[in-house]
T-cell receptor, first 111, second 112 residues
Framework: GQNIDQPTEMTATEGAIVQINCTYQ??????LFWYQQHAGEAPTFLSY????GLEEKGRFSSFLSRSKGYSYLLLKELQMKDSASYLC????????????FGSGTRLQVQP | SQTIHQWPATLVQPVGSPLSLECTVE??????LYWYRQAAGRGLQLLFY??????ISSEVPQNLSASRPQDRQFILSSKKLLLSDSGFYLC???????????FGPGTRLTVL
């Protein structure tokens, strides 16, 4: 089975940097994903890590350590529109390509 | 680019009534398709996935069923809804080099 943990809520200030952590336990690993979900909307894909290290995409970066079962999403130069839930998800080694999602971290960006 | 259509967008149904939610995708042939449910304040739970016409795999026991009558059509059904079936239902397709899940706009179901 798979178990994913991430903080329920976080608050940060506009213009600052925030790091959202995710730890996972899985019987097989084939990639870790981060999604952004605004209230009432579908999740949108942010990043994918399958090897250890940092992946950078503009203001967003994602880090993975497979040996530690740990990932984080780093958001820089926070904007008010970044207020959303951030979902960590893991794909196992089965052929179905489906993801197991954490419950999400609700980020509130304040002025 | 991918496009997924889901309807209806919102639905309010009484307990014990039937359900049919439809998802259609544009573009890719023979896509891998998925139904997820997101209950209030919880993470997404995989309900069904399909790798082709008539091929359905169920992930959790429940009173829901799925069908794939055409290559780009995926339907979620129930004969008798329960209160616990309330939630946000998302259809998804595996896309891209990393096969990430690309989600449709979702259907918000409230069972009263």
């Amino acid at each position: 089975g798979q178990n994913i943990d991430q903080p329920t809520e976080m608050t940060a200030t506009e213009g600052a940097i925030v790091q959202i952590n995710c730890t996972y336990q899985t019987s097989g690993f084939n990639g870790l994903f981060w999604y952004q979900q605004h209230a009432g909307e579908a999740p949108t894909f942010l990043s994918y890590n399958v090897l250890d290290g940092l992946e950078e995409k503009g203001r967003f970066s994602s880090f993975l350590s497979r040996s530690k079962g740990y990932s984080y999403l780093l958001l820089k130069e926070l904007q008010m529109k970044d207020s959303a839930s951030y979902l960590c998800a893991v794909r196992g080694i089965t052929g179905r390509r489906a993801l197991t999602f954490g419950s999400g971290t609700r980020l509130q960006v304040q002025p | 680019s991918q496009t997924i259509h889901q309807w209806p967008a919102t639905l309010v149904q009484p307990v014990g009534s039937p359900l049919s939610l439809e998802c259609t995708v544009e573009g890719t042939s023979n896509p891998n398709l998925y139904w997820y449910r997101q209950a209030a304040g919880r993470g997404l739970q995989l309900l069904f996935y399909s790798v082709g016409i008539g091929q359905i795999s169920s992930e959790v026991p429940q009173n829901l069923s799925a069908s794939r009558p055409q290559d780009r059509q995926f339907i979620l059904s129930s004969k008798k809804l329960l209160l616990s079936d309330s939630g946000f239902y998302l259809c998804a397709e595996a896309v891209g080099s990393s096969h990430e899940q690309f989600f449709g706009p979702g259907t918000r179901l409230t069972v009263l």
